[in-house]
């Protein structure tokens, strides 16, 4: 089964902004995307195609991938939505 790792990372900080990025402290939540990621009981689940790998015409190394996920699988954090 094919996995991507895609980064979520939290800034977390009990102290005022003024401070330095160096001072603070970042949380990791990275979470690997796989067939295992429990998702929204209707919404598909993670796929991961292969675009390219490998070496092009003009001499040089090239991979692309392409994914598709439900919003509503994992971690994540929903975007606001309009008041109607």
Known sequence: MKTMHLPL???ASACAL???????????????FDGS???WPTA???????DSK??????????ANTFRTAEHGGTHLDAPVPAL
């Open 54 to 63: 490998g070496m092009t015409p003009g001499g040089y190394w090239y991979e």
């Open 18 to 32: 003024p401070r330095a990025l160096h001072e603070r402290q970042w949380i990791d939540l990275t979470h690997t």
């Open 37 to 39: 990621t429990i998702y």
């Open 44 to 50: 598909g689940g993670f796929e991961l195609t292969r």
């Open 9 to 11: 990372l939290l800034f």
